[in-house]
């Protein structure tokens, strides 16, 4: 039984040091555009939150809802899953998945800084951001799907 306690804190850990280092990434993100672009951080609040090109700002605003949503879903049936098949490594699966997804928000955030010019590319990096915080690795998780009830 203590085996299985030390083996469930080690995995929360891994867990917790990759969530980190993904939250990392995303901010390393912001910082890549202050320094490679820092002239989309000079506001224009004259123009239009939608920018120059409203299809295209509409239609990655629809991406990355919907990455969002698909993350947490995704997430979801992955711990459910985990349980079910007392699997803890689906735990981690979950977490990667449901965290890759919100990083490729972050990711739709730099593309219409770089390509597009877009001021307000910094939603969409905290959106992933935010994203990536709903999925923070819980303890119960790997308990549960460690341990038959």
Known sequence: ?????????AQY???????????????????VIFFVKPEVLRFDFSKPLVGDNPMLIGIFALLAISNLVLSLMISRKYLNQAIAEQTPALVQT???????LCEAISLCGVLLAFAFSYQYFFL???????????????RENLIAASYKR
């Open 1 to 9: 039984m203590q085996n299985q306690n030390s083996n469930v804190e």
């Open 13 to 31: 850990k891994t867990l917790t040091i990759i969530w980190f280092a993904l939250i990392v990434s995303q901010l390393m993100f912001a910082v």
């Open 94 to 100: 979950a977490m990667i998945v449901g965290c890759a």
């Open 124 to 138: 969409w990096i905290a959106l992933g951001i935010i994203g990536t915080i709903l999925h923070f690795p819980r």
